[in-house]
């Protein structure tokens, strides 16, 4: 292309996903949103726009996006998107349209915000999954969530909690975590590990964090950690939120188990913390009714 004809070409694109962010917005407005609409509304328009996407471009970042699904989402997370070959088709055209088409556009935040309020827990797996695959993410990134997550997200959105590992060391953490997840078939746990002179306050500073991208529109926080001050973590998380918090010292992999299978059952939020005294009075088990 001239300089002259990118400049034609960029204008057409923006004007089609100007138009397309518009359709979303007025679809997530609903009060019953239902994601294949989306999708349907998604696969249109990138049908109109596939000759501005790049062939070569989109069969690198299929591969990409294939070993993210395999050795990040499923490994780490238990999540199976389920997604058809023509589904990973449109996903990587669309990836490759976005690494194109970088530029803002102007109802960004407000979607994302919906998007946010509405799937919290799919959004903040689609997220990782965009860095990875993209590195620099653009705002035409967020349209594809709903290419990626349309067949998974209510089962993502059924867990109503917050469960969070923390330990110190290389890999202990995470490599509970991804026993649990996949027993689950289901994103339960996110995991930090620590390294071993870290303090309370960086332990602290990683939930917030995490509780911050993820939205946390949740009903209560529980936080399973390995060794460290129980009363120290209550007073450094109380300020994040005035949701209920469970915290259990002493991390095993049949702990995070059976705290994971009871989030799935949908029990009670004091019915877990209940429960969790049985754990043994070595594992300093503390519930707080609301921070």
């Keep these: 292309y001239s300089l002259n004809q990118i400049s034609l070409v960029k204008n057409s694109l923006s004007n089609n996903l100007i138009l397309l962010q518009n359709e979303l917005i007025e679809q997530l407005e609903q009060e019953k949103i239902h994601l294949s609409n989306c999708k349907l509304i998604v696969l249109r328009y990138l049908n109109k726009l596939s000759n501005f996407i790049e062939p070569v471009m989109t069969k690198l970042l299929k591969v990409e996006i294939q070993s993210f699904l395999d050795q990040e989402l499923f490994n780490t997370y238990g999540v199976n998107l ?6 990973l088709d449109s996903l990587a055209s669309a990836f490759a349209l976005s690494l194109f088409y970088k530029e803002k556009l102007p109802k960004n935040d407000i979607l994302i915000k919906i998007i946010k309020d509405r799937f919290p827990r799919s959004f903040y797996l689609y997220q990782k ?3 990875q695959v993209l590195n620099t993410p653009s705002d035409s990134a967020n349209f594809w969530f709903f290419l990626a997550f349309a067949n998974i997200s209510k089962k993502v959105e059924s867990i109503a909690y917050s469960c969070i590992l923390l330990a110190h060391g290389q890999s202990t953490a995470k490599g509970i975590q991804q026993v649990v997840n996949q027993l689950s078939n289901n994103y339960i746990f996110e995991a930090f590990d620590m390294s071993i002179d870290a303090s309370v306050n960086d332990i602290s500073k990683k939930v917030k964090e995490y509780l911050h991208q993820q939205g946390a529109k949740d009903d209560g926080v529980i936080l399973l950690f390995d060794m460290g001050s129980l009363n120290s973590m209550f007073t450094q998380i109380k300020s994040t939120s005035n949701k209920q918090l469970l915290v259990i010292n002493n991390l095993t992999t049949a702990t995070a188990l059976d705290i994971a299978m009871r989030v799935e059952r949908k029990e009670e939020f004091e019915v877990i913390a209940k429960h ?13 009714e609301g921070l």
Excluded at 276 to 288: I, R, S
């Design 82 to 87: 389920k997604l058809t070959p023509e589904d």
């Design 129 to 131: 999954m965009v860095n």
């Design 276 to 288: 969790a005294q049985n754990y043994g009075k070595y594992m300093g088990v503390q519930y707080f």
